[in-house]
């Protein structure tokens, strides 16, 4: 069965960083595309991050260019979220998602299988 189980969350100031992790069972993550995902109150889910099966090709929101890094260790199943620099419009709760089908080049189908998300918060 497909599980993602999202952590590495917390109350950061703004400038500061995190590492969100996303681990994976049930399925091999060099196998699958895999997004991040976040939704912060009053504002539509939005995709920041995609990295891909193959040659891991990736994905960066216009948003989060430059400061986030998304990553896969294989050999933990586990792929990764680092974040720098943050900034309060990035705080959310923040999922990873995928599927057997799911592609990073796809711009509106969503993943089906979800984790339950990790709260970050940016304030000072």
């Known amino acids: 069965q497909v599980q993602l189980v999202e952590s590495g969350g917390g109350l950061v100031q703004p400038g500061g960083s995190l590492r969100l992790s996303c681990a994976a069972s049930?399925?091999?993550?060099?196998?699958?595309?895999i997004g991040w995902f976040r939704q912060a109150p009053g504002k539509e889910r939005e995709r920041v991050s995609c990295?891909?099966?193959?040659?891991?090709?990736?994905i960066y929101a216009d948003s989060v260019k430059g400061r986030f890094t998304i990553s896969r260790d294989n050999s933990k199943n586990t792929v990764y979220l680092q974040m720098n620099s943050l900034k309060p419009e990035d705080t959310a709760v923040y999922y990873c998602?995928?599927?057997?089908?799911?592609?990073?080049?796809?711009?509106?189908?969503?993943?089906?299988?979800w984790g339950q998300g990790t709260q970050v918060t940016v304030s000072a």
């Open positions: 049930g399925f091999t993550v060099d196998y699958y595309d």
């Open positions: 998602a995928t599927d057997r089908q799911y592609a990073c080049i796809f711009t509106t189908q969503a993943p089906y299988y």
């Open positions: 990295i891909s099966n193959g040659d891991g090709a990736i």
